[in-house]
């Protein structure tokens, strides 16, 4: 596929590294959920925010990088509904991995544990408070419940089109 049509290497890169910290995120998320509480679950937490604060890095690093690279025009002959449809999905999923972090983080900060990233302690700037945590932690759920839908949204339309033969859509993002 030729350069113009594809995404740049750099997008495709940061594309699936995203992939694989969501799907790591959303497993330690319901795995670390059911664990008692002891040090291994307090590591496993600590990997999830890690994790977590790194999607939102790499997601404020690819818009960054779209802006400054927009992406390979859909084909013209895509129905309208269809490109509206995955205009409407890219949007959401840089919306959603923004928000889902960031509302991970607001739960965090009112328990009395403190967030490191990567080992640095975060400053901590809110007391302990049940209600927030509560209310953070709801939104936080109800966060990865919009991030599963929209992502079964994305890979039904990759799906569809990558099992049509002479659609080119998916090489976008997979050159190989
Ligand atoms: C894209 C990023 C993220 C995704 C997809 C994600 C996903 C999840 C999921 C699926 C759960 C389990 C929810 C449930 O039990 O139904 C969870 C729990 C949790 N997440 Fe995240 N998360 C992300 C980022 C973060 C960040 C950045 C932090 C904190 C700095 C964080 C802190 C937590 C905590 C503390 C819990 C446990 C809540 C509890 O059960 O008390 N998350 N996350």
């Given at each position: 596929?030729?350069?113009?049509?594809?995404?740049?290497?750099?997008?495709?890169?940061?594309?699936?590294?995203?992939?694989?910290?969501?799907?790591?995120?959303?497993?330690?998320?319901?795995?670390?959920?059911?664990?008692?509480?002891?040090?291994?679950?307090?590591?496993?937490?600590a990997?999830?925010k890690s994790?977590g604060i790194t999607?939102f890095l790499?997601?404020?690093?690819?818009?960054?990088?779209?802006?400054?690279?927009?992406?390979?025009?859909?084909?013209?002959?895509?129905?309208?509904?269809?490109?509206?449809?995955?205009?409407?999905?890219?949007?959401?999923?840089?919306?959603?991995?923004?928000?889902?972090p960031l509302?991970g983080y607001l739960s965090s900060s009112f328990t009395?544990y403190k967030t490191r990233y990567l080992g640095l302690q975060l400053p901590v700037w809110a007391?302990?408070?049940?209600?927030?945590?509560?209310?953070?932690?709801?939104?936080?759920?109800?966060?990865?419940?919009?991030?599963?839908?929209?992502?079964?949204?994305?890979?039904?339309?990759?799906?569809?089109?990558?099992?049509?033969?002479?659609?080119?859509?998916?090489?976008?993002?997979?050159?190989?």
């Amino acid at each position: 596929m030729s350069d113009a049509l594809a995404y740049t290497r750099t997008a495709i890169v940061l594309h699936w590294l995203t992939v694989l910290l969501v799907c790591a995120l959303f497993g330690l998320g319901w795995y670390m959920g059911d664990l008692p509480k002891g040090p291994w679950r307090g590591e496993m937490i600590a990997l999830h925010k890690s994790l977590g604060i790194t999607v939102f890095l790499l997601t404020l690093g690819r818009g960054y990088w779209r802006l400054r690279y927009p992406p390979p025009a859909l084909p013209a002959a895509l129905p309208v509904w269809q490109s509206r449809l995955a205009q409407g999905v890219q949007r959401l999923f840089y919306v959603l991995l923004l928000a889902q972090p960031l509302l991970g983080y607001l739960s965090s900060s009112f328990t009395p544990y403190k967030t490191r990233y990567l080992g640095l302690q975060l400053p901590v700037w809110a007391a302990p408070d049940p209600v927030f945590n509560e209310f953070f932690t709801e939104l936080h759920e109800a966060g990865a419940s919009a991030l599963l839908l929209v992502i079964a949204l994305h890979v039904a339309g990759a799906a569809s089109h990558g099992l049509r033969q002479g659609d080119n859509l998916v090489r976008r993002m997979w050159r190989w």
